[in-house]
Structure formats: C-alpha cells, structure tokens
C-alpha cells in the first residue's frame, strides 16, 4: 500500500472522530450529518481511496473538472453522490443540471431562471441549496432572507428542481465568534423560510469545512464539506 492511500484513509478517521465529539457537544448524532469530500483539483486515484473508506458524497467547484473527471461515476462509484458547489455561470447551468445529483451554489435569481428553463431535461429532480451570503470575504449568495423568499417563489411548484436547504460559506478568520454567527444566520433563515414556506423542505444545512466544521456541527450543520483535511497530506 502506498502513503497516499495511509494518509487519506487515516485524515478521514481522524475527521471522523472529532465529528463524533462534535455532535456529542451539541446532543446530535452523528447520522444527522454527512461527511462530504471536496474534490476539486484531486486526482480521481485519491478519490478513489476516500470512497473506499467510506465517503460516498463528493464536492467539486467547477463543471468542466467535474464532468471530465466523473464521466460514467454512477457505474465506478455505486451509490456516490455528486454535487457542484462553485459558483456556476449562467452559460454552464444546462451542463451542471445534466450532471449533478444537487447544486449548492444556487445564489442569484437569474441562475434559477436559467435552470428552470432547462429543467425539463432531468430524469429524476435535481436537488438545489439556496447559497446564503453571511461572510464578508465572499461575495456570492443571496443577501438576506427576503431575497431567499424570492428565490424560494421562483422555484416553488417546480417538478424537475427540489429546494433541499441551505448553504453558506462561513468569513476566512480565526474569530470562532464571528463563524459562529454566520452559521446562525443561515440556522436563522432556515426557520423563517420553514414559516413562510411550510409546504418546501429546508432541511440540509451545508456548513462548515475543513477549518471551522466543528462549530458548524454545533450549530445545526447537516451537511460538512471537507477537502484540505482529507486530502492534504498531514
Ligand atoms: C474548497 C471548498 C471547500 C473545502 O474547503 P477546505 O477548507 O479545503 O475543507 C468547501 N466548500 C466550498 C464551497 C469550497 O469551495
């Protein structure tokens, strides 16, 4: 066996114990939360190790990579899921909804408009998050939750696209305060859409990554993405 492999398979073991810890603090179980890979820019032999212990939901940020990388997945990895979770361009919408299992990084009205137009052509629904913007760094996602309204209007009703919950990208700091805000900004809207639109599910919570998911996971995270810590050699 090579290093590689020793190091992927022993990164995930020690995310996972801390996962454990984490959802011991908050009183969840671990079940509540998936533990996804984000594997851009990561050769699909390391890919390949991560599925193997035990991985099955993978993240990646840009269609062409994505599509190039995957082709065929449902028959290399059974039971993988894939979804996009960079910012998708309006000419790259009918490519992504042809390919992914869901789209995290829904975060204008003019995307949703795009998707809808092309919807038709999914198989079984695509699950969509809508991306709230919390973190001053970053610049994609819906401002506010009156303009999740907005998007939750647009998409309402639609066969083809299932809102699914919500994603945020919590600021680049080392002030756990200032993450810890973000994430409950984003637990925060969540309830208020659930008021608002009792009939849509908001349930996955797509928060935190390799450096702040332990609070994530205390603030209602379902759904962590993690690339460095799994994939970087420690
Ligand atoms: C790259 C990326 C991640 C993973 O970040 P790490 O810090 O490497 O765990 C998570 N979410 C998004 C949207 C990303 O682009």
Same mark, same amino acid.
């Given at each position: 066996m090579h290093k590689q492999s020793l190091t992927i398979a022993g990164n995930i073991e020690r995310i996972e114990e801390r996962l454990i810890r984490a959802c011991d603090r908050a009183g969840r179980k671990r079940v509540e939360v998936t533990l996804m890979g984000v $594997? %851009? /820019?990561?050769p699909i032999t390391n890919i390949k190790e991560a599925f193997n212990a035990g991985i099955r939901c993978f993240g990646e940020s840009r269609v062409k990579e994505a599509t190039e990388k995957f082709a065929d997945y449902n028959d290399i990895f059974p039971g993988m899921k894939l979804h996009l979770i960079g910012a998708l361009q309006r000419n790259k919408a009918k490519n992504a909804l042809a390919f992914f299992?869901?789209?995290?990084?829904? !975060? =204008?009205l003019e995307l949703i408009e795009e998707l809808l137009k092309n $919807? $038709?052509? =999914?198989k079984i629904p695509l699950e969509v998050l809508l991306e709230l913007h919390t973190g001053e760094? @970053? %610049? @994609?996602? /819906?401002? !506010?939750t009156d303009s999740l309204c907005r998007a939750v209007d647009l998409l309402a009703g639609s066969e083809n696209l299932k809102i699914a919950g919500l994603m945020t990208m919590a600021p680049f700091t080392a002030d756990a305060q200032l993450i810890r805000s973000s994430f409950r900004q984003v637990a925060g809207a969540q309830k208020e859409l659930e008021k608002c639109f009792? %009939?849509?599910? /908001? $349930?996955?919570l797509s928060m935190g990554m390799s450096n702040d998911f332990e609070i994530a996971v205390e603030e209602g995270s379902t759904l962590i993405r993690i690339g460095s810590a799994i994939f970087n050699e420690s």
């Open positions: $594997s %851009k /820019f990561v299992d869901c789209i995290q990084s829904v !975060d =204008r $919807s $038709s052509m =999914r760094e @970053t %610049k @994609t996602g /819906f401002a !506010d009792p %009939k849509e599910n /908001f $349930s996955c």
